[in-house]
T-cell receptor, first 114, second 115 residues
Framework: DVKVTQSSRYLVKRTGEKVFLECVQD?????MFWYRQDPGLGLRLIYF???????EKGDIPEGYSVSREKKERFSLILESASTNQTSMYLC?????????????FGPGTRLTVT | AQSVAQPEDQVNVAEGNPLTVKCTYS??????LFWYVQYPNRGLQFLLK????DNLVKGSYGFEAEFNKSQTSFHLKKPSALVSDSALYFC?????????????WGAGTKLIIKP
């Protein structure tokens, strides 16, 4: 089975702090995604990566950056956390190509910025 | 703009009754369609997908979904609901022209099954 893990389930940070969210997948997937989930808004794509060192902006990239130095690891970085970034963050991965391939999700990180 | 609509924020069903969670979409071309489920305090899990072929697709936990091209709908169904089906359900669509197969997500429908 595919396993996607995220470094923390719960995280509390202060405004202005730099925040790192880590995601690791164990199935050699080339595609990896970062979403945020907010009630009533569904999932919104922040960034995705289709290969090592490759990234593309999603729908809401402002205030975020990403890093993919190794195929299995995709990091989301909040350069200067703000209260409006309080949310549930979900990482996902999928097979190398093909729209028919479903995404596999990690358990999520609930981030609170105070 | 391309979009996915889940018109009901919440659906309440008595245990043992059939359930339907609705999804309609507005995308160009012939998209791929997905349903995901999120149980409390857990990540999203893939339920089923429609790619091509038979309009009725079967998935995990006894769920099925019917693709209706003329109505641009992909409703999720189950003949007999269980209390354990209570969860948040998301419909998602891949427009084929999206780079690397990004998904467009609905806002989610909370399904509550009452004993």
């Amino acid at each position: 089975d595919v396993k996607v893990t995220q470094s923390s389930r719960y995280l509390v940070k202060r405004t202005g702090e730099k925040v790192f969210l880590e995601c690791v997948q164990d199935m050699d997937h080339e595609n990896m995604f970062w979403y945020r989930q907010d009630p009533g808004l569904g999932l919104r794509l922040i960034y995705f990566s289709y290969d090592v060192k490759m990234k593309e902006k999603g729908d809401i990239p402002e205030g975020y950056s990403v890093s993919r130095e190794k195929k299995e690891r995709f990091s989301l970085i909040l350069e200067s956390a703000s209260t409006n970034q309080t949310s549930m963050y979900l990482c996902a991965s999928s097979r190398p190509s093909g729209a028919s391939y479903e995404q596999y999700f990690g358990p999520g990180t609930r981030l609170t910025v105070t | 703009a391309q979009s996915v609509a889940q018109p009901e924020d919440q659906v309440n069903v008595a245990e043992g009754n059939p359930l339907t969670v609705k999804c309609t979409y507005s995308v160009s071309g012939n998209p791929y369609l997905f349903w995901y489920v999120q149980y409390p305090n857990r990540g999203l899990q893939f339920l089923l997908k429609y790619i091509t072929g038979d309009n009725l697709v079967k998935g995990s936990y006894g769920f099925e979904a019917e693709f209706n091209k003329s109505q641009t709908s992909f409703h999720l169904k189950k003949p007999s609901a269980l209390v354990s089906d209570s969860a948040l359900y998301f419909c998602a669509v891949t427009p084929l022209e999206k780079s690397n197969y990004q998904l467009i997500w609905g806002a989610g429908t909370k399904l509550i099954i009452k004993p």
